[in-house]
């Protein structure tokens, strides 16, 4: 749990926290700027694993650090209890008033000077000493039980399955109701066929009548008849 801020440097910050057992901690992290530097976070973390194997191993922690860079290696450095070399590296210290802290290992990741001689020309400046807000970790979220999970998974398939069975319900009622509206269609009656005359033209068509035997007539003087064998129906003899 952090305090309070004790000190602002280049590189980062250092800040008064208090650790899980109850003591106090100095705490030191990088600027935003130098955790986005690889060369500059590098150093920043061998500095604190330098500080740890030399206090673990002793004499032999002092013999090994001889051949390595010598912005790795610190003198005086504090015991390091816990430290982080991620994407936003910070290491805790004991806090003791008066004596250093977590500030010594913010002291290699500014690179300045030469190593024989006097400086000549311009300072080196790293470009990232602008940007002086705190590099701090990425929030992770906690994930949930699995139980948890279980029940939300089987909360919703239930849900879906009583949806289906409504909309499965509202669409049969529809159906039915629509069929029971309905008229039926009526049954046409049997067909009977009646026979009809064939049809009587307007006009009558002219019909024979028998002919009449014409009246015997009277003959005069001067005009010969038939004679009464002829009426007799007997003809004369030759």
Do not use: C, N
């Amino acid at each position: 749990m952090v305090r309070a801020r004790l000190q602002t440097a280049p590189a980062g910050f250092v800040y008064l926290g208090q650790a899980p057992d109850g003591r106090a901690v100095s705490l030191a992290v990088l600027t935003r700027g130098a955790a986005l530097d690889a060369a500059a976070r590098d150093r920043f973390v061998t500095a604190v694993k330098e500080a740890g194997e030399s206090r673990s191993s002793g004499m032999r922690g002092w013999l090994g650090r001889a051949g390595r860079p010598r912005a790795a290696v610190l003198e005086g450095a504090p015991e390091v209890l816990d430290m982080d070399g991620g994407r936003a590296p910070w290491v805790a210290v004991p806090y003791v008033p008066g004596r250093p802290g977590a500030e010594r290992f913010l002291e290699p990741v500014m690179v300045g000077g030469t190593l024989i001689g006097e400086a000549h020309g311009p300072d080196f400046v790293p470009y990232w000493l602008t940007d002086r807000a705190p590099a701090l970790p990425r929030l992770t979220r906690r994930r949930r039980p699995l139980t948890e999970t279980r029940k939300r998974v089987l909360t919703a398939a239930l849900a879906l399955v009583l949806l289906l069975l409504l909309v499965t319900a509202i669409l049969l009622l529809l159906v039915l109701g629509r069929q029971d509206s309905e008229p039926q269609p009526r049954q046409l009656p049997p067909t009977v066929f009646v026979p009809t005359p064939p049809p009587t033209p307007e006009t009558p068509e002219p019909q024979p009548s028998p002919s009449q035997s014409p009246e015997p007539s009277r003959t005069g003087p001067g005009t010969p008849g038939e004679s009464p064998g002829d009426e007799s129906g007997e003809e004369p003899e030759l």
